[in-house]
């Protein structure tokens, strides 16, 4: 039950943060680098969900945010 409910609200950030780019409330490039960052973290508390905190979480998590590094 807390499993569904923390997916739930990660997934939720995730819907929030995505529509508030969307509608350009979120342009500039700081500012997308900090999304992606927490689309990052949302992906890696997922992972330690899923996985039950499997040492790959941690290792997929710094390559997501060396990609955000790069790609802003």
Sequence with gaps: MLERKMTWAL?????????????????STPAAAGLCAAKCLIEYNGCRIRKKGAPQCDAAYTDCLQRCRKKH
């Design 11 to 27: 997934g939720s950030a995730a819907v929030a943060t995505a529509a508030l780019f969307g509608v350009g409330l979120i342009a």
